[in-house]
């Protein structure tokens, strides 16, 4: 049977205040009583849980992390990070996601903000929902991805376009592209938007145009990707062709549908990626891409939070993660 602190209050003829008070390391409590307290505490093995301790402290010991899906090596990573990094530093990790796109909310970990110190959040659209619940928010709050102007909060952000640029400056200065096809996840995605805007930046300054049939808004899904292909791969293949999918899922369906249609990757089309999840090593030809230290997003978002939780009056700290492109056989440098 678990030993509670009312079993320790009535061990050592004190009240349940008092055996709090020593717990957190209160110095109200005579040196004597206290003895009495702690060698209660130890004849009965008590343990208190740090929920409960977090609690009389006037916190919980509990942070948030929010995404907009957990689905996927993408999120995993950033969980793995964010987790690791929370427990060396002596805080519980509650995850949560946004279900659906356009939600208002991001995930019950708002809604039940009361539990927790602080959140990382990582939002893909940032609604007027969404903007007016960060505004209001009575917790230090950390932005994955993104900022939001005009509310006080730190933020880890992914140089996106640097990273674009130099994938861009790849494909056309190495491997010879001569026309660019965009697919993106929803067109009010943040990451597509950061993407494609890097990519026709990139492409005008290299006096390369982007047309507007070579862009197509899709969902970062692998099936989604493939049934495009599959429709229309053979009007994309041809000399200094190139397909620059916004994550790694997408650039496997269209390598998948090339293969099944017959076109050669990449004599035929080049393909690019995000992200340098696993996927991108497991397609033929592998896939060249932009790999984003995710782990690292993760923990940097709960280096910040837990900083700002002991400095509350800093200024806003912002952290910017370089990503690197990764070059493998997809985009044709191997050969050249």
């Known amino acids: 049977m678990r030993v509670s602190m009312s079993d320790v209050a009535r061990h050592a003829n004190v009240s349940m205040s008092t055996v709090s008070r020593v717990i957190n390391g209160l110095e109200i409590v005579k040196p004597e009583t206290r003895k009495r307290v702690e060698e209660a505490i130890e004849q009965l093995r008590y343990q208190p ?36 990094e929370a427990r060396e530093l002596g805080y519980g990790l509650v995850i949560s996601s946004i279900h659906k796109v356009g939600e208002d909310a991001p995930g019950p970990a708002i809604q039940h903000r009361g539990l927790l110190d602080g959140m990382a959040l990582m ?25 939001l102007p005009g509310a006080p909060h730190d933020s880890v952000i992914i140089d996106q376009r640097h990273a674009v640029r130099k994938l861009m400056q790849h494909v056309i200065g190495n491997c010879g592209a001569r026309r660019v096809i965009f697919l993106g996840g929803a067109e009010s995605n943040v990451d597509t938007r950061a993407r494609f805007g890097a990519c026709r930046e990139a492409l005008e300054q290299s006096g390369l145009p982007l047309a507007p049939e070579d862009v197509y808004y899709l969902d970062f899904d692998y099936r989604t990707a493939f049934n495009l292909a599959a429709r229309v791969i053979p ?43 696993r996927i991108a090593q497991l397609t033929h030809p592998a896939l060249t891409t932009v790999r984003v230290p995710m782990a690292l997003m993760g923990a940097e978002s709960v280096r910040l939070l837990c900083q700002r939780l002991q400095q509350r009056d800093a200024k806003p700290a912002r952290v910017v993660l370089q990503p690197e492109v990764v070059v493998r056989a997809s985009c044709g440098a191997a050969n050249k």
Not at 127 to 147: K, Y
């Open 123 to 147: 939002v893909s659209e940032l609604t007027d929902g969404i903007r007016r619940t960060l505004s209001d928010m009575p917790v230090p709050f950390v932005l994955l991805d993104n900022d």
């Open 49 to 84: 849980s740090g929920l409960a301790r977090g609690l009389m402290r006037g916190r919980s010991e509990l942070i948030g992390l929010v995404l907009p899906d957990l689905h996927g090596e993408f999120y995993s990573e950033i969980i793995r990070g964010a987790d690791a």
């Open 235 to 277: 009007s994309w293949a041809g000399s200094g062709a190139f397909v620059f999918a916004a994550n790694d899922e997408m650039a496997a369906g269209v390598i998948a549908a090339a293969s099944q249609a017959g076109v050669r990757i990449p004599d035929d089309l080049g393909v690019v990626g995000f992200d340098d999840t």
